[in-house]
């Protein structure tokens, strides 16, 4: 199994194998279907909407990609992400899992 020392967000679906994320074979990052079967884009981006000044900066629906920012640029369960938005912005993500 891959590195998992202190990464837990996904140890519910360990016991099920690696394929069960990893759909295109497990040196390859989950494709956003595998990451979809479990989470809802149009409920993550919901619970992530910003209000006022901040209202583009949702990181499910965004400004530049809507809806489909590729999950894996943002979240990794066996590496620490940062939000792709980071990269040029400094919005403030406290609740981002890396």
Same mark, same amino acid.
């Given at each position: 199994?891959? +590195?998992? *020392?202190?990464?837990?967000?996904?140890?519910?679906?360990? $016991?099920?194998?690696?394929?069960?994320? @990893? /759909? #295109?074979?497990?040196?390859?990052?989950?494709?956003?279907?595998?990451?979809?079967?479990?989470?809802? +884009?149009? *409920?993550?981006?919901?619970?992530?909407?910003?209000?006022? $000044?901040?209202?583009?900066?949702?990181? @499910? /629906? #965004?400004?530049?990609?809507?809806?489909?920012?590729?999950?894996?640029?943002?979240?990794?369960?066996?590496?620490?992400?940062?939000?792709?938005?980071?990269?040029?912005?400094?919005?403030?993500?406290?609740?981002?899992?890396?």
């Amino acid at each position: 199994m891959g +590195v998992k *020392d202190g990464r837990s967000f996904h140890e519910m679906n360990y $016991e099920s194998g690696c394929d069960s994320c @990893h /759909d #295109n074979g497990i040196r390859v990052r989950p494709s956003d279907d595998a990451c979809e079967a479990c989470h809802d +884009v149009d *409920d993550l981006a919901e619970a992530t909407t910003r209000e006022g $000044e901040e209202a583009l900066q949702n990181p @499910h /629906d #965004n400004l530049h990609y809507g809806k489909e920012t590729p999950c894996t640029e943002c979240h990794g369960e066996h590496e620490a992400k940062a939000p792709l938005c980071s990269e040029c912005h400094t919005f403030k993500f406290d609740a981002h899992k890396r």
